[in-house]
C-alpha cells in the first residue's frame, strides 16, 4: 500500500512547461541562515531521476490500449533539526555533529499528469511527511506559480462518505453506471472522534466490531476516510479515500486490465492515474446524479441514519436471543 497525495499546478498549462521547469530548476539548494552552521554546507533541495528515465514526459501502454503520459521524478529534501541537535553537547555547543544527523530528510517519488486540462503533481509521501513542506521546497511559487494543496475538486464531503455506505449496506452497491462503479467491500474508516479503523467485510462481522461501527455512523459524527474495494468497470482497486483527496492504494490486491502487466513503480504510476482521472470522477459523478435525481437528500441521510439504529436494536437483540 502506498499513500498520494494531490497538488494541483494552476499556473502550469502542460506536461512539456512542468518537465521544462523541472530540468531546469533541478537544483534548488539553500544556505542556512545560522552563524554555528558551516558556510560550504547547504541544504540539498532537488529534483532527481529515477533508474536513468529522465525528465521528460514518459509514456505507457495501459492494459486497455491507452496511451498515459507523465513525469516521474524524485524529491529529495533537507530540512535543519531543531538547534539543541545540532552538537555533541547541545549545553557546550563547542563540537557539530555531522550534517547527516543535523537535517531531516525526505525522499520521495512523485507522479505529474494531466486531467481535464490540468496539470497535478502526486507525491506518495510516506506516513508523517507534510506536503505544505514539500511542496513549498521543491516547487516554490517564483518557479511553479500557485500551487493548491488537496484541490477542491477532489475533496469529499461528509455525507458523499454516507452516500457510499448507504449504497454498500441497503442498495445494490452500484453507484454509478455509466461507466459502471460500484463497492465491491467495504473494510474500515477513520473518524473525527474515533480514530480508529474497523476492518468489515459486510459479511460474518463480530457483534462487537459493526456495532461500534453502527453506533459510531448513528451518531452522524464527520469520517476523514473510508477504505473500501471499488469496481470500475474491469478493474478492482482497494484504497483508502480521505476527505482531503488523499489516497491509500494496495497495489498488490489490485486487480484488472488496466495495469496489470506491470510491476513496481509503473504499475503505482498507472494506479495513481487511474485513481484520480478515472474512479474518483466516476464516484463523483455518481453522487452528482443521485443529488440531481433527489434520490439522495436530506431526507434520505436522515432515513439512513433511522436505518443505522434500527439495525443496532436488531443485532443486539439477536446476540441476546430476546
Not at 529529495?76 to 545540532?86: A, G, P
Amino acid at each position: 500500500m502506498f499513500n498520494v497525495s494531490l497538488v494541483c499546478l494552476t499556473d502550469i498549462n502542460d506536461l512539456n512547461q512542468a518537465a521544462q521547469l523541472l530540468e531546469h530548476n533541478s537544483v534548488l539548494d539553500e544556505p542556512v541562515e545560522d552563524e554555528d552552521w558551516p558556510d560550504h554546507e547547504v541544504l540539498t533541495k532537488r529534483w532527481n531521476v529515477i533508474n536513468n528515465r529522465g525528465m521528460n514526459i514518459q509514456n505507457l501502454q495501459a492494459g486497455t490500449r491507452e496511451e498515459i503520459r507523465f513525469i516521474f521524478i524524485q524529491g529529495y529534501n533537507e530540512r535543519t533539526k531543531r538547534k539543541d541537535k545540532w552538537f555533541e553537547d547541545p549545553q557546550l555547543r563547542n563540537s557539530l555533529v555531522q550534517k547527516s544527523d543535523r537535517v531531516n530528510i525526505t525522499e520521495v517519488k512523485s507522479v505529474f499528469f494531466e486531467y481535464e486540462e490540468k496539470v497535478y503533481f502526486a507525491p506518495w509521501l510516506p506516513p508523517g511527511s507534510s506536503l505544505n513542506t514539500f511542496t513549498n521546497d521543491l516547487l516554490p511559487s517564483d518557479i511553479w506559480g500557485e500551487t493548491i494543496r488537496h484541490p477542491q475538486t477532489f475533496q469529499i464531503q461528509n455525507d458523499f462518505f454516507y452516500w457510499i455506505l448507504n449504497a454498500f449496506t441497503r442498495g445494490n452497491r452500484i453507484v454509478n453506471r455509466a461507466p459502471h462503479t460500484a463497492i465491491r467491500s467495504w473494510t474500515g474508516f477513520h473518524g473525527t472522534t474515533q480514530d480508529s479503523t474497523h476492518n468489515l467485510s459486510g459479511d460474518g462481522e463480530r457483534i462487537s466490531a459493526i456495532l461500534g461501527t453502527l453506533a459510531f455512523l448513528f451518531m452522524n459524527d464527520p469520517l476523514k476516510a473510508l477504505s473500501v474495494s471499488i469496481d470500475y468497470e474491469n478493474e478492482r482497486l482497494p484504497l483508502v479515500l480521505g476527505a482531503k483527496g488523499n489516497l491509500q492504494i494496495s497495489e498488490y490486491e489490485y486487480e484488472g486490465r488496466f495495469s496489470n502487466a506491470y510491476l513496481d513503480d509503473n504499475r503505482k504510476i498507472l494506479l495513481t492515474i487511474l485513481a484520480y482521472t478515472k474512479i474518483i470522477p466516476s464516484l463523483f459523478q455518481g453522487y452528482e446524479i443521485a443529488r440531481n435525481q433527489n434520490t439522495w437528500n436530506t431526507n434520505s441521510i436522515e432515513d439512513f441514519t433511522q436505518w443505522i439504529g434500527d439495525e443496532i436494536l436488531t443485532r443486539v437483540n439477536t446476540a441476546l436471543q430476546i
